[in-house]
């Protein structure tokens, strides 16, 4: 082989290296995927704080009940979702898939599955506010119904985004894996 300053092994011009320097495709798309599930965790973090926030407002009394409402009945699972995400971080430094796994079932469990609660346990309450104009639960001024839809949407996204994303990182895997079993 060539080196930097010295003579070049005899029958090459230095060239043939070029092959050795590529980085394989699903090295290169395991760490893409890590990146965006990583973003999409910091924003699920958000997402559960405000909802934390807001359950600790409402049960300790901080602000008045007219300020900020009692939480619903789906926030309080939905406060399990963290651990999921959890999961799937720790499965990072080693891809574990056993971990991104877990971690992508029990993101339906206990992410998806309270939101879905969620939604329905807020439509008749939706529906009210819409027909009639009338709300009875308000947060910072707004109506808590619109306010809990609004985080219902975005957090559906992201979890959505989550699971599709380590499906993709978990095919990335696999096919590590699999090359290197063949070698």
Same mark, same amino acid.
């Given at each position: 082989?060539? &080196?930097?300053?010295?003579? %070049?092994? $005899?029958?090459? *011009?230095?060239?043939?290296? %070029? @092959? ?5 495709? @699903? ?25 934390? $926030? !807001?359950?600790?407002?409402? @049960? ?6 007219? %300020? ?16 999921? &995400?959890?999961?799937?971080?720790? +499965?990072?430094? %080693? ?17 998806? $599955? ?8 807020? =439509?008749?309450? $939706?529906? !009210? ?8 639960? =308000? ?19 992201? @979890? ?10 978990? *095919?990335?895997?696999?096919? +590590?894996? !699999? ?5």
């Amino acid at each position: 082989m060539a &080196s930097r300053g010295g003579p %070049r092994a $005899a029958g090459t *011009d230095g060239s043939d290296y %070029r @092959h050795r320097e590529r980085v394989a495709s @699903h090295y290169q798309m395991s760490v893409a995927l890590k990146s965006e599930i990583k973003k999409l965790t910091y924003v699920h973090v958000v997402l559960w704080l405000l909802l934390l $926030a !807001q359950m600790c407002v409402g @049960h300790l009394k901080l602000l008045p009940h007219d %300020r900020v409402a009692m939480p619903y009945q789906w926030e309080y699972p939905y406060l399990l979702s963290i651990l999921p &995400s959890l999961l799937g971080l720790l +499965s990072f430094p %080693r891809n574990n898939i056993s971990y991104l796994v877990l971690s992508m079932i029990s993101a339906g469990l206990f992410s998806v $599955a309270p939101l879905i609660y969620g939604a329905m346990e807020m =439509f008749p309450m $939706a529906q !009210q506010l819409y027909r009639h104009g009338k709300a009875y639960r =308000f947060i910072f001024g707004f109506s808590a119904v619109s306010v809990m839809y609004l985080v219902v949407v975005v957090a559906a996204q992201v @979890h959505g985004w989550q699971l599709y994303y380590s499906k993709k990182l978990l *095919d990335s895997w696999f096919t +590590s894996t !699999q090359e290197k079993k063949k070698k």
